[in-house]
Every structure is written in structure tokens, then in C-alpha cells.
């Protein structure tokens, strides 16, 4: 097929671990939206396997999901996202990581993501909106069932902020309403200190008016 590539991964004993592949139709939405990139696994329960199955993602002008490639590995981890990521800018040669200035993703992906591809200086980590109000902060270990409903409008708005102002605003209601959970108020001053990867208004300040809501799936 025209404009169709594959990459196979192998590990330390040459076994496949891994297998990448784009089609024409992935390499042009890459070239025209490939700036900014929400990346996820899913899937597993189709396969008899449970092997992850990594499609990355981006969003057009018409708030439409698409994937610029497609991927099926036995484990999903840092390294595999790099692979990833490497192997898509070594099909299509007019795209470079480099160029990548917002990655959206959940909790599994870390900042060494960025470091390993070289781009922590240029490109932003950013937490993925709905993994967090679904997944992530009505866990025990986080905020819990019964604080989370206390503030959840209140981490809505800080998630989606316009302003740093409308992010301060909702950080200090929010503590006024847990005030008596100190170890709530920790998990949410850890929120506070990191708004390049939680704040609304950090996204907008570099593109605009970013549509903020999406699934990085």
C-alpha cells in the first residue's frame, strides 16, 4: 500500500516485543497536527494476550480524534513510547519529535519520557483531564471518594482554568472546604506547585484558547 510502514521491535534475545505501523492516510494528519499528542494504551481485553494495544493521537481542526499510528506491544512502559515515538519520526522524515510541544497523557508517563527523546526543554508533560477526574483523584491514595465530591467542581475549574487568577481562586475554595483533611490539602498543594502539568491557563498561555477536554485514548 502507498505510503504504508512498519517497525518491529525486538528485545535483548532478537524476540519481537513490538510492532509499529502507519498508513498514508496517518502520515498526512502527523504532518499537519502532529505538534500536539495524547498518548494512552487500551485495548487489551481483545486480544487473548492482554497485550497493549497504542494508538497516538491527535486532535484537528475540527476537535476530531485521529491516530497517526498504530502499535501493538507486550508491556507499556517509557521505553516503549519512546520506540514508538522514534520509530513514527523514522517513517515519516518531515516529522521530527523536536516539533512536538505538548504531550497529554496519564499517570504511567513521566517526565523521563521527555528527557529520553531530548525534548524536556521544548516540549510540556501534561496530565490527561480525564483519567484524572475519573480515575486518578477519587482514589483512596489521592483525594478519596468523599473529598473528591467536596471539590470536585473545584478541580474541574483548575484543570480547565482560563487565568491564573480563576486557578488561584479555585485552589483557595478548595482548601477552605478541606481544611480539616491535612493530608488532602498536601495531595492538592502537589496539584498547586505543578501547574505546567495540571494548570488550564499554562496550556492556554502557549496555544490560545486550546480546547482543554479530551481522552487521550
Not at 494512552?40 to 491516530?67: F, H, M, S
Not at 513521566?110 to 521544548?122: C, D, N, P, R, Y
Not at 489521592?142 to 473529598?147: A, K, S
Amino acid at each position: 500500500l502507498t505510503g504504508f510502514d512498519f517497525r518491529i521491535r525486538l528485545n535483548n534475545e532478537k524476540l519481537p516485543v513490538g510492532l509499529v505501523w502507519v498508513t498514508y492516510t496517518m502520515r498526512q494528519r502527523l504532518l499537519q497536527y502532529g505538534d500536539i499528542i495524547f498518548l494512552d494504551a487500551q485495548k487489551r481485553q481483545y486480544n487473548k494476550l492482554c497485550w497493549p494495544y497504542i494508538g497516538p493521537t491527535i486532535k484537528t481542526n475540527e476537535n476530531t480524534n485521529r491516530v497517526i499510528a498504530e502499535s501493538v506491544v507486550i508491556s507499556e512502559d517509557i521505553d516503549t513510547y519512546v520506540w514508538i515515538l522514534q520509530s513514527i519520526q523514522d517513517m515519516e522524515p518531515k516529522w521530527n519529535v523536536n516539533n512536538v510541544r505538548l504531550i497529554f497523557a496519564d499517570g504511567l508517563i513521566s517526565q523521563s519520557l521527555l528527557q529520553k527523546l531530548g525534548i524536556e526543554v521544548t516540549c510540556t508533560l501534561r496530565s490527561d483531564y480525564w483519567h484524572l477526574m475519573k480515575e486518578v483523584f477519587p482514589k483512596t491514595h489521592n483525594f478519596g471518594t468523599v473529598c473528591f465530591e467536596m471539590i470536585k467542581n473545584h478541580l474541574q475549574t483548575m484543570l480547565l482554568s482560563n487565568t491564573s487568577e480563576e486557578w488561584d481562586n479555585a485552589y483557595n475554595d478548595a482548601i477552605i472546604i478541606i481544611r480539616d483533611y491535612p493530608l488532602k490539602l498536601e495531595k492538592l498543594k502537589e496539584i498547586y506547585d505543578r501547574p505546567s502539568y495540571y494548570a488550564g491557563y499554562y496550556v492556554r498561555e502557549i496555544y490560545g484558547n486550546l480546547l482543554l477536554v479530551g481522552n487521550s485514548a
